[in-house]
């Protein structure tokens, strides 16, 4: 999971003009010789010489080496799990979010990480569930204090249990369709509990289409 990195090359030309003299020979001086051309630079020439100096050549940002685009229309997480709904739910500044190809290998979603503000958020995306997010493998079932999601076709919320100071984890998957997030969500210095977790799957819920 995804920076982008920013490059800038500025290109400077210097030319040298250098005469070389005939030895020994001299040219004859006459009434009639057109005067030298000056050797001083002229104020417009300074000028274009000044300006092309400074010149700045606009950032490349290219993608990260490796790392495939996202395709447009795809399923993408980080349009789904936006940073309001973060700091709404949860009051907490979402930071830096991070889009990448999903990590599940639907090559039609994108998968979102937020990191660097008080969340930290991972969130796998795929437009296939029930091959990628089976239910026999993706369930909170059974865990003491886990939650069945509303009004999704499959879903379950999961704070885990034991946790001590400010720093909350939990879980949550969601799937409607064939559209299916795998959440794992840490929030530092905002305490939550499972009433938070279920009002902000809501709203990710209405957002996956």
Known sequence: ??????????????????????????????????????????????????????????????????????????????????????????????GQSLSQPSSLGDPNAGDCLYYGGDATVVIQATTRADQDLPESAYTYEGLPGAEEVPGADRGWAYVFPNQSGATVTSGLILVKGQRGLQLSIVIDGHPYDIATLQAFAQDVLANMG
């Not at 417009?44 to 010149?55: G, L, M, R, V, Y």
């Not at 447009?72 to 349009?79: E, L």
């Open 1 to 94: 999971m995804g920076r982008a990195w920013t490059a800038a090359t500025v290109l400077l030309l210097a030319m040298s003009l250098s005469a070389c003299a005939d030895d020994g020979v001299k040219a004859p001086s006459t009434s009639s010789a057109k005067p030298t051309p000056s050797a001083e630079p002229s104020e417009s020439a300074s000028e274009s010489t000044s300006e092309s100096a400074t010149t700045e050549v606009t950032p490349i940002e290219p993608s990260p080496p490796g790392l495939p685009e996202i395709p447009a229309g795809a399923f993408n997480a980080c349009d789904v799990v936006t940073p309001e709904l973060i700091s709404t739910h949860f009051g907490a500044d979402a």
